[in-house]
């Protein structure tokens, strides 16, 4: 049986691979230093893009490419100066 440190680094590689990051992704560490044999896996949180790529990956649907920050940066400009809000 692997540890439960193990287990999380597997699922941040699985994850990894197919294009998710959760960066809260950790062994829960008050369940750690309890006297359980396996700590719980605290999953964290993370924006809406991350959620949605989660989403698609578990589906198996395609995941879109993450933009880059000059992509984001270039398309929050686009909607400051077309003065509405991104549907």
Do not use: H, I, W, Y
Request: net charge positive; with cysteine; proline share 8%.
């Amino acid at each position: 049986m692997r540890s439960t440190e193990e287990v999380v680094a597997l699922l941040r590689e699985a994850l990894g691979g197919v294009g998710v990051v959760l960066p809260s992704l950790c062994v829960d560490p008050v369940t750690g230093a309890g006297k359980e044999p396996f700590a719980l896996v605290q999953l964290g949180r993370c924006n809406v893009r991350t959620a949605e790529r989660l989403v698609a990956a578990l589906r198996g649907e395609p995941l879109a490419p993450v933009p880059t920050n000059e992509q984001l940066f270039a398309r929050v400009r686009e909607v400051n100066r077309e003065g509405r809000l991104p549907r």
